[in-house]
């Protein structure tokens, strides 16, 4: 039996998905504090409800960095989508525009340093990124982990955005 077929993917693209949006309808447990928070971390794979195993591991990795990080859902509601491969799949980020230097160099250090990806290992992310006027962009990359920079440049792009 082959397995499937890695495609690479790298987009970047307007986004419908506001901080304000998701502070309108933010679980009851964020919604107090959603304001103090830089980084949630979204649901993926297309769903509603389901985030990626290992989610809780990035949201401490990012907090305890001093990146104030929530993940968009209530403790009861919380559910881990396991996809068992090789592949590293880290997420689905909504960034406030202000952290996203910070953030990034983050994000790099957790992919090499905490999970100690090699080169050719596969990764798949998802940022969403707010821009200085409120509206946001989403960037995907679905690749090699020696050119997820080239997603990391697209975001940090944003930050200098006027």
């Known amino acids: 039996m082959a397995g499937l077929e890695f495609k690479e993917r790298f987009d970047v ?34 769903t509603d409800d389901c985030f990626y195993s290992g989610s809780l591991d990035t949201l401490d990795y990012l907090n305890n960095n001093a990146l104030k990080t929530e993940v968009y859902a209530n403790d009861d509601e919380y559910k881990e989508l396991g996809l068992h491969a090789a592949d590293i ?51 995907c990359y679905d690749g090699k982990v020696e050119d997820v920079e080239k997603a990391l440049n697209a975001v940090k792009e944003f930050s200098n955005d006027d």
Do not use: M, R
């Open 13 to 46: 693209s307007s986004s419908v998905i506001t901080f304000e949006q998701l502070a309108k309808n933010a679980p009851s447990e964020l919604s107090e504090n959603i304001d103090e928070v830089a980084v949630l971390i979204l649901p993926s794979h297309d």
């Open 89 to 139: 799949w880290l997420g689905t980020f909504f960034v406030k525009n202000i952290v996203i230097p910070v953030f990034c160099g983050l994000v790099s250090s957790y992919v090499y340093d905490k999970l100690k990806a090699n080169k050719d290992d596969k990764i798949s992310l998802k940022f969403v990124v707010e821009k200085k006027d409120g509206k946001s962009s989403t960037v």
